[in-house]
């Protein structure tokens, strides 16, 4: 068996994908190293979701590959799902279940059992946060820790790699500060690779150790956000970059669905 390890915990090559006439991914080029966070960024419809669900085995890309901790989302599908954890942008938890509950669930899913699954649930909730309210319901809890558990059930069984789809939408500031900090420990703790999806600039130049702007489906550029900031001006701020890159300010374009569903999910994690 070859154990060697892949250049990179991602890597996109060509990757497009349409629907119809419409071209939502367009030879997307990409190649995200391992204990990265890497964040997506871009207005609406401008292929970041689009990127994820392919990247998670949720769609099927059109033309190009991509691989996911080595393995050929398109081919090895199963593979790539053993060896990632997923937080969409809509709401995962069930509110009519306690926390741990949440976590039991997850863990079956996952294929945990017995001393190891009540060993993570109790880390996992320790981890986020959540260990004093462990036996409320998940409909009683902020939005914050809302999202901390649904990265804790992400988490549970150790994935290579983390995919999160607007991560903090719809979180005060405070509950955004304490999402970003779980984040930044997870890394620490375990070396895992973090994709995240963002409209939020604060959170990118925050977070991300790399960043790339997406516009109408194409990659309009890559980098760290220093690196990114400097080419743009001395004072300038990772806005500026976008702005330069997309030619558009955040909040523009955008489709009837998608604007549906963010204000729909920031509604409920409110």
Known sequence: MDNTKPAYAIETRALTKNFGVYCALDQLDLQIPHQCIFGLLGPN???KS???KILTTLLEATSGSATVAGFDVARQPIE??????YVPQMLSADGALTATENLILSASLYGLRGAERAARIREALIFSGLESVATHLVKTFSGGMIRRLEIAQATLHRPEVLFLDEPTIGLDPVARRTVWERLLELKAATGMTILLTTHDMEEADYLCDQLAILHQGRLAVVGRPADLKRQVGPDATLSDVFVAHSGVVIEQGGHYREIRETRGTAQRLG
């Open 45 to 47: 419809g401008a292929g």
């Open 50 to 52: 689009t990127a994820i």
């Open 80 to 85: 790539v799902r053993r060896r990632i954890g």
